[in-house]
Nanobody, 124 residues
Framework: QVQLVESGGGLVQAGGSLRLSCAAS????????MGWFRQAPGKQREAVAV????????YYADSVKGRFTISRNNAENTVYLQMNSLKPEDTAVYHC?????????????????WGQGIQVTVSS
């Protein structure tokens, strides 16, 4: 079974940066697609960025293109989300997720494993 633990969240002013990490344990996720998703209060969970097992980025939400970068280190079993030029509308709980079928999809339903999530708050 795969366990995912997010870290690196917190409170930051608008225009600032944060780097989220997602550490996987239990088994290697090197052959999995990994995704970052977020859910703001009163809104549905949405995909933010997706990277497949080969390191190809298959999805960025339009709202984060040019500001966020997803990457992975398979040797460390970890996925990252570098978030720059943060805006108040980026405030949400951010989750990482793993898809063992390696579909490279932004659809929530295909992901088999989810982290508990971490709060990111951007103040104006």
């Amino acid at each position: 079974q795969v366990q995912l633990v997010e870290s690196g969240g917190g409170l930051v002013q608008a225009g600032g940066s944060l780097r989220l990490s997602c550490a996987a344990s239990g088994r290697t996720v090197s052959r999995y697609t990994m995704g970052w998703f977020r859910q703001a209060p009163g809104k549905q969970r949405e995909a933010v960025a997706v990277i497949n097992s080969s390191g190809l980025v298959t999805y960025y939400a339009d709202s984060v293109k040019g500001r966020f970068t997803i990457s992975r280190n398979n040797a460390e079993n970890t996925v990252y989300l570098q978030m720059n030029s943060l805006k108040p509308e980026d405030t949400a709980v951010y989750h990482c997720a793993a898809d063992r079928a390696n579909l490279g999809s932004s659809r929530n339903a295909v992901y088999d494993h989810w982290g508990q999530g971490i709060q990111v708050t951007v103040s104006s």
